[in-house]
């Protein structure tokens, strides 16, 4: 099996909407960050990475997956990830880890925030319990 790294934030974390998608396929897991931001969609965020479209430096905290083939495939789906110069809803790029360099790999990110607010927090999880207890 081919081992991929992804670095997923939002939806695709443990216990959150749509990580039924990914929970079969996952083989290891470590916590994260990669520089960035994060904009509110309504009931997942986007990422949105550093010094584009006026964000400036930040962090997002998530997690690093190791996946195989299907396991991406099945991202690529969700994302509506095409490939690479076709059109996509998420582009998916291949990103450092800010605190360990070693680790990279894949992450989906939009180009700009797309008109949606930059949320303060530099954690999904977090600012959804915050956003859900209003």
Do not use: Q
């Not at 396929?25 to 960035?36: M, R, S, V």
């Not at 605190?99 to 927090?121: C, H, K, L, Q």
Request: aromatic share 12%; net charge negative.
């Amino acid at each position: 099996m081919a081992k991929i790294s992804v670095f997923i934030y939002g939806s695709l974390l443990p216990g959150h909407s749509n990580h039924h998608v990914i929970a079969s396929h996952i083989t290891a897991f470590e916590p994260g960050e990669i520089e960035g931001c994060l904009v509110d969609v309504g009931p997942y965020p986007a990422a949105v990475r550093s010094g584009r479209n006026g964000t400036g430096a930040g962090r997002i905290r998530g997690g690093w997956i190791i996946i195989g083939r299907e396991g991406l495939a099945a991202m690529d789906a969700l994302e509506e990830f095409s490939g690479i110069e076709e059109m996509n809803d998420y582009d998916r790029v291949w990103v450092s880890d800010r605190t360990n360099p070693a680790m990279e790999g894949w992450v989906y990110v939009w180009e700009s925030s797309r008109g949606f607010p930059t949320i303060p927090d530099d954690n999904w999880p977090d600012y959804w319990a915050r956003k859900n207890r209003r």
